[in-house]
């Protein structure tokens, strides 16, 4: 169930750029709830915990530090991404654009920050 949750329903298991493909589940997920505040500050938090109860343990059953069909966390940073932002989709189109460039350059502190073991280590780069 943790990998399961971990590569966003097998999200992550898309070929090439699986990090793209969940930020654009993340997308999906803000899409969908975009028009309710309390739902999306609900589903950001439980995605967001979810990410930290299940990355460590989907990395260590993968076998691989931080592997790259582990995705939850582009899907919460996604989410994080626009959590005050009014829907626009010029905000929706440059914020997902540069949540992608941030993510593959990781700037510091993001670069340090992966070092860490586990979920933390996941999670908290995003």
């Known amino acids: 169930m943790h990998k399961l949750i971990a590569t966003f329903f097998y999200v992550g298991y898309l070929p090439l750029i699986p990090g793209t493909f969940g930020s654009l589940a993340g997308l999906g997920v803000y899409y969908l709830i975009k028009g309710n505040p309390l739902l999306y500050f609900i589903v950001t938090a439980a995605i967001i915990l979810l990410g930290f109860l299940t990355a460590g343990s989907a990395e260590k059953e993968i076998n691989k530090k931080d592997p790259r069909c582990i995705v939850i966390d582009e899907v919460a940073g996604v ?13 929706v189109v440059a914020g997902f654009l540069i949540f992608r460039l941030l993510d593959a350059v990781k700037p510091y502190p993001a670069n340090s920050l992966q070092r860490l073991h586990g979920s933390l280590g996941i999670m908290i780069d995003d």
Not at 79 to 91: A, G, N, Q, S, T
């Open 79 to 91: 989410l994080l991404c626009f959590l005050f932002i009014p829907y626009d989709i010029r905000l």
